[in-house]
């Protein structure tokens, strides 16, 4: 070890020591390798694009397989994220394989809201790593990380400019994952416009502040290659195709034209090696490392402060957990306390409020009744007023109807009394034969017919 680093540690507080022989804990980079080994690794690929660029055959030629899946249909009403796990295997080495994919982006007239299931998917991922981290028992040993490790943007061949929904995108989506533009079919344009296509990119997104990913250049071994693709070829221009074509004395990966024939794996004719190259054999891990160390603890240290978790108390020392959980369960008891006693005093204000609202009620229904009793003597003196009067006139009708009737009997008996007053007169007047007898007679009975 250098004296400088020697020097720099010691005044760190750590003293190197030299050994006088072989101990053997230089083995522990070959321990770690078997181990990880054994374990097997995982790799999560996010694939977002328009329909029809081909997502699924670059992940098929990508991983030279057939990923079998359902055809999806694009005709629902927003995007959709569709997931496959696959168990892959390359000599001793263990891959588990996630390919995800945006179903229906694009398809939309209005694609305003297309980027929302994206990052709410990223999150959803995040969060349930997070709350795996966060229980008493974990087994993060064998939890299947879902994280996405790598975005693979497709931007469609047009060899004009960035579309406003690919910005849009991508700037959502730069501070969660790592964005590695393509650009995709890129045989349906020419060298020329391809190579104006990639500056145009690159300059957009520079502009517009889209952080892609940059291939790390802190490793010896490959921060020459690694520098190249990051000044030189970004985005990536590619091809993809599982249909192999006799070209030669050997079978290509290749799409075959009327004028011609494009070969995958042709440098010349596409970046689909470059690509596999800095996707899968060189910076795997770091797409890896890059997603926990970067993205999560960005997406972690955020919702941990919406938590209420510091690092640190407002004198600058440091908060133990149990000192911020106390803190922020005495807040939020506090702040438990203050709605309990707003909503006692809001409790009673309405019971107040529904006192006074009955009391009223109660005394317009006693105004009411008294009204309608008032009324209810005055229809009864009315009615009893009526009915003496009634009564009044049924008693002078019976007395009238008796005067009648004694009348009538009366008018009976005279009629017979002077029916036989005549009998009487015709024997009289001839007995007597006389008028001047029979004068006085009718004087008499004009007497006798007033009494009558």
């Known amino acids: 070890m250098a004296s400088t680093e020697i020097a720099r540690q010691a005044g760190e507080g750590?003293?190197?020591?030299?050994?006088?022989?072989?101990?053997?804990?230089?083995?522990?980079?070959?321990?770690?390798?078997?181990?990880?080994?054994n374990r097997g690794f995982c790799f999560n690929i996010l694939c977002v694009g328009e329909t029809g660029l081909g997502k699924s055959t670059l992940m098929d030629t990508l991983f030279n397989t057939k990923f079998e899946g359902e055809p999806t249909q694009h005709n629902q009403p927003g995007v959709t994220l569709k997931s496959n796990t696959y168990e892959l295997q390359e000599s001793n080495v263990r891959l588990k394989l996630t390919v995800v994919n945006t179903v229906g982006f694009g398809d939309q007239i209005n694609k305003e809201d297309s980027y929302k299931s994206i990052v709410e998917f990223i999150d959803t991922q995040f969060e349930a790593y997070l709350q795996e981290e966060l229980k008493i028992k974990r087994t993060l040993h064998s939890y299947h990380d879902t994280r996405i490790h790598a975005c693979l943007y497709f931007i469609a061949p047009t060899g004009h400019s960035l579309k406003s929904l690919d910005l849009v995108t991508m700037k959502k989506l730069d501070s969660k994952v790592n964005i590695v533009p393509i650009v995709a079919k890129s045989d349906a344009i020419s060298k020329s416009e391809l190579a104006k296509?990639?500056?145009?990119?690159?300059?957009?997104?520079?502009?517009?502040?889209?952080?892609?990913?940059?291939?790390?250049?802190?490793d010896e071994s490959v921060a020459e290659i690694n520098s190249t693709m990051n000044?030189?070829?970004?985005?990536?221009?590619v091809v993809g195709s599982t249909e192999e074509v006799k070209i030669g004395n050997k079978m290509v990966k290749a799409r075959q034209y009327p004028w011609g024939t494009v070969q995958v794996e042709n440098e010349n004719h596409c970046d689909f090696v470059k690509l596999r190259e800095m996707l899968i054999r060189v910076n795997m891990e770091d797409?890896?490392?890059?997603?926990?160390?970067?993205?999560?603890?960005?997406?972690?240290?955020?919702?941990?402060?919406?938590?209420?978790?510091?690092?640190?108390?407002?004198?600058?020392?440091?908060?133990?957990?149990?000192?911020?959980?106390?803190?922020?369960?005495?807040?939020?008891?506090?702040?438990?306390?203050?709605?309990?006693?707003?909503?006692?005093?809001?409790?009673?204000?309405?019971?107040?409020?529904k006192e006074a609202e009955l009391k009223e009620a109660e005394k317009e229904l006693h105004e009411k009744f008294?009204?309608?009793?008032?009324?209810?003597?005055?229809?009864?003196?009315?009615?009893?007023?009526?009915?003496?009067?009634?009564?009044?006139?049924?008693?002078?009708?019976?007395?009238?109807?008796?005067?009648?009737?004694?009348?009538?009997?009366?008018?009976?008996?005279?009629?017979?009394?002077?029916s036989t007053h005549r009998s009487s007169f015709h024997v009289w007047l001839f007995s007597h034969g006389g008028f001047d007898a029979l004068w006085l007679h009718l004087i008499n009975l004009k007497a006798i017919t007033k009494l009558f």
């Open 14 to 37: 750590v003293r190197a020591v030299p050994l006088a022989g072989h101990v053997g804990f230089d083995s522990m980079p070959d321990q770690l390798v078997n181990k990880s080994v």
């Open 197 to 218: 296509f990639k500056i145009k990119i690159t300059s957009e997104l520079v502009s517009n502040g889209v952080q892609i990913y940059q291939f790390p250049t802190d």
């Open 231 to 237: 000044v030189s070829h970004l985005p990536f221009a």
């Open 287 to 353: 797409l890896r490392e890059q997603t926990h160390t970067r993205h999560y603890e960005l997406y972690r240290r955020c919702k941990l402060e919406e938590m209420g978790f510091k690092d640190t108390d407002p004198d600058s020392k440091p908060f133990s957990l149990q000192e911020t959980y106390e803190a922020k369960r005495n807040e939020f008891m506090g702040e438990l306390q203050k709605k309990e006693e707003e909503m006692r005093q809001m409790f009673v204000q309405r019971v107040k409020e």
């Open 370 to 418: 008294d009204r309608l009793k008032k009324l209810h003597q005055d229809e009864k003196k009315k009615l009893e007023e009526k009915k003496k009067s009634l009564d009044d006139e049924v008693n002078m009708f019976k007395q009238k109807k008796t005067a009648a009737e004694l009348l009538l009997n009366q008018a009976q008996q005279a009629g017979v009394v002077l």
